[in-house]
């Protein structure tokens, strides 16, 4: 599955990448309207490289934020998004490269 299809987006910039945060990564929305996901490869919920919904459902749920002039789309797309989300099965992995 592509992150495309659930954002609804042409574009959603997605990496894997040790960071030394406790979160198990960060997603946002940034200044012009494109989602940056980066997910913590030293988290415990990352296994081998795979990257499933429920990863992602957990970012947009608890680790989400945008720029301060976004708020006002932000919220309403996170919702959408989640719901989205939650349709699908936690396990499928995400084809990310």
């Known amino acids: ?3 495309e299809t659930i ?4 574009t959603v910039l997605l990496s894997t990448v040790p960071l030394t945060l406790q979160e198990p990564g960060i997603a946002y929305l940034n200044d012009i309207h494109l989602w940056v996901i980066t997910l913590n490869t030293c988290d415990p919920s990352f296994h081998d ?18 720029y301060p002039n976004q708020a006002e789309y932000f919220e309403k797309e996170r919702k959408a998004i989640i719901n989205r989300l939650k349709k699908e099965d936690p396990k499928t992995t995400i084809d990310h490269f």
Do not use: P
């Open 1 to 3: 599955m592509k992150l």
């Open 7 to 10: 954002f609804q987006a042409n």
């Open 49 to 66: 490289g795979n990257i499933t919904i429920k990863q992602i459902t957990d970012l947009m749920e608890h680790h989400c934020s945008c």
